[in-house]
Each structure stands twice: as C-alpha cells, then as structure tokens.
C-alpha cells in the first residue's frame, strides 16, 4: 500500500519561508521521479517541482529561484524548500511519486501566506 506523509504545511507571512516534507512508503522510492504540485481554489493543479532519481531537477514557472526540491533516498522523503514566499503561493501542495505510467498522489497540506 502506497503512503505518503506530509508535513510542513502551514500559515506564514509574505517574504517568508516554509519547507514542506513528504515521507513515502509501499514504493521503491529510489526509482521514482518525486514532485511537488500545488492548487489554488478555482485554479487547476500545477507543477511547482520535481525530481528525478538522478538529481534533475524541474521548476514551474515563477517557482525556480525562490524554491528548492531535494530528496533523500535513505529517508524515502523529498522535500520543498519555499523563500521569499508570496500570497499568490498560497495553495494546497501534493505530494507525487512517478514511474514508467504510474502515479501515486499525497493527500495535500495547506500553505498559506498572508499578513
């Protein structure tokens, strides 16, 4: 049974960061490709990163320079860094594990930024 779980969610200020986690299990981490997708209200679901098994990482637009992916393979966890966040951040983030075509989704975690 594939399980995600998030962590790091939350409310904070304008210009502010958060790091979001998400610890998988029931999947061969190392093989996945690890991403980061986030969703407004009235929004569709966007790409914020990913992160292949190899180290590549990708960016949606407007995310690369202020966030940073990275995964630990001995923790089965990627992980979002977010500076310099904005209120237009705010959203719901999903977790998502890749391979070959299947796709596994996290149950999502609130970030929030306002003053």
């Known amino acids: 049974q594939v399980q995600f779980v998030e962590s790091g969610g939350g409310r904070v200020q304008p210009g502010g960061s958060l790091r979001l986690s998400c610890a998988a299990s029931?999947?061969?981490?190392?093989?996945?490709?690890m991403g980061w997708y986030r969703q407004a209200p009235g929004q569709l679901r966007e790409l914020v990163a990913r992160v292949t098994p190899g180290g590549d990482a990708e960016y949606g637009e407007s995310m690369e320079g202020r966030f940073t992916i990275s995964r630990s393979d001995a923790q089965n966890t990627v992980y979002l860094q977010m500076n310099s966040l904005k209120p237009e951040d705010t959203a719901v983030y999903y977790c998502?594990?890749?391979?070959?075509?299947?796709?596994?989704w996290g149950q999502g975690t609130q970030v929030t930024v306002s003053s």
């Open positions: 998502r594990a890749e391979w070959d075509v299947l796709a596994y």
């Open positions: 029931g999947i061969n981490f190392k093989t996945y490709t």
